[in-house]
């Protein structure tokens, strides 16, 4: 059974920094990619950044461009999140997801088959 878990959500002020990380278990688990979705009640679940193992390469939302950066460790299954000059819209629920087979896009939700429980970030202005 493959198990992801978050850590590093919080409450932050404008402008200030986080950094979320997020470990993959499981009996001989290994990801074609890993990253980061972000819900919240009136725009439901959207994707933040991610990383494709395969080549290292990364992919962002227009909104977490220039602010967010994605990184990790496919041999230790980690992925991590640092999340710079944070905004109030940038509050949510951050989602670490994880893909075992190739996927075409990378940035939607119903591609991944594995979840974390979710931290919640919280900006304030």
């Known amino acids: 059974q493959v198990q992801l878990v978050e850590s590093g959500g919080g409450l932050v002020q404008a402008g200030g920094s986080l950094r979320l990380s997020c470990v993959a278990s499981g009996d001989t688990f290994t990801s074609y990619a890993m990253g980061w979705f972000r819900q919240t009640p009136d725009k439901g679940r959207e994707f933040v950044a991610a990383v494709r193992w395969s080549g290292g390469a990364t992919y962002y939302a227009d909104s977490a461009k220039g602010r967010f950066t994605v990184s990790g460790n496919s041999a230790e299954n980690t992925v991590y999140l640092q999340m710079n000059s944070l905004k109030p819209e940038d509050t949510a629920i951050y989602y670490c997801?994880?893909?075992?087979?190739?996927?075409?896009?990378?940035?939607?939700?119903?591609?991944?088959?594995?979840w974390g429980q979710g931290t919640q970030v919280t900006v304030s202005s």
């Open positions: 997801n994880a893909e075992r087979f190739t996927i075409p896009t990378i940035q939607r939700a119903d591609e991944y088959d594995y």
